[in-house]
T-cell receptor, first 120, second 109 residues
Framework: AQTVTQSQPEMSVQEAETVTLSCTYD???????LFWYKQPPSRQMILVIR??????QNATENRFSVNFQKAAKSFSLKISDSQLGDAAMYFC?????????????????FGQGTILTVHP | SQTIHQWPATLVQPVGSPLSLECTVE??????LYWYRQAAGRGLQLLFY??????ISSEVPQNLSASRPQDRQFILSSKKLLLSDSGFYLC????????FGEGSRLTVL
């Protein structure tokens, strides 16, 4: 079974600075997807960024980018120019590409989460 | 556009009492629906998923049950709550990616 580990329960950053959230995972599969989700205090969780394991290029989404190290099974999230609205709990998640059927999109393995605080 | 709603947002229940959490999706038909639980200090864990009316699959053995009485309605239930049922429950649906509701925080005392 796959596991996802976020070793940083809490992180903090000054507004406008850069912060990196760590995530490692364990899998025997070669094809899979990785995600970062954001859960702000209003509680609705939203997708921040996704990475396909077969793509070597790191995904980027505006101020959010990832550092995907497949051999090391590491998937960190970098937030540049941090804003107050970035304060949230961030979850790293894994999805197997081997699953078939429509429900495979919904079967994710999540890490424990990292609470990010942004200081003005 | 599609939206997903959960209620109640917060619930405090005594041990042994029943539970009913509701989730409704709007703007789509025949969605795949999911119940996840976030226990304190842990990541989200998939509890149930449903591909259609009356079709429920359980991912982990537990004290809870799920039902799908209508196409866009997903209900999480328990006949007798345990302390260990406390947590944050998230309903979700997928279209390529997973979209979550606002969540329901359950405290069992």
């Amino acid at each position: 079974a796959q596991t996802v580990t976020q070793s940083q329960p809490e992180m903090s950053v000054q507004e406008a600075e850069t912060v990196t959230l760590s995530c490692t995972y364990d899998t025997s599969e070669s094809d899979y997807y990785l995600f970062w989700y954001k859960q702000p205090p209003s509680r609705q969780m939203i997708l921040v960024i996704r990475q396909e394991a077969y793509k070597q290029q790191n995904a980027t989404e505006n101020r959010f980018s990832v550092n995907f190290q497949k051999a090391a099974k590491s998937f960190s999230l970098k937030i540049s120019d941090s804003q107050l609205g970035d304060a949230a709990m961030y979850f790293c998640a894994y999805r197997s590409a081997a699953l078939t059927g429509g429900t495979s999109y919904g079967k994710l393995t999540f890490g424990q989460g990292t609470i990010l605080t942004v200081h003005p | 556009s599609q939206t997903i709603h959960q209620w109640p947002a917060t619930l405090v229940q005594p041990v042994g009492s029943p539970l009913s959490l509701e989730c409704t999706v709007e703007g789509t038909s025949n969605p795949n629906l999911y119940w996840y639980r976030q226990a304190a200090g842990r990541g989200l864990q998939l509890l149930f998923y449903s591909v259609g009316i009356g079709q429920i699959s359980s991912e982990v053995p537990q004290n809870l049950s799920a039902s799908r009485p209508q196409d866009r309605q997903f209900i999480l239930s328990s006949k007798k709550l345990l302390l260990s049922d406390s947590g944050f429950y998230l309903c979700a649906w997928n279209h390529q990616e997973l979209f979550f509701g606002e969540g329901s925080r359950l405290t069992v005392l």
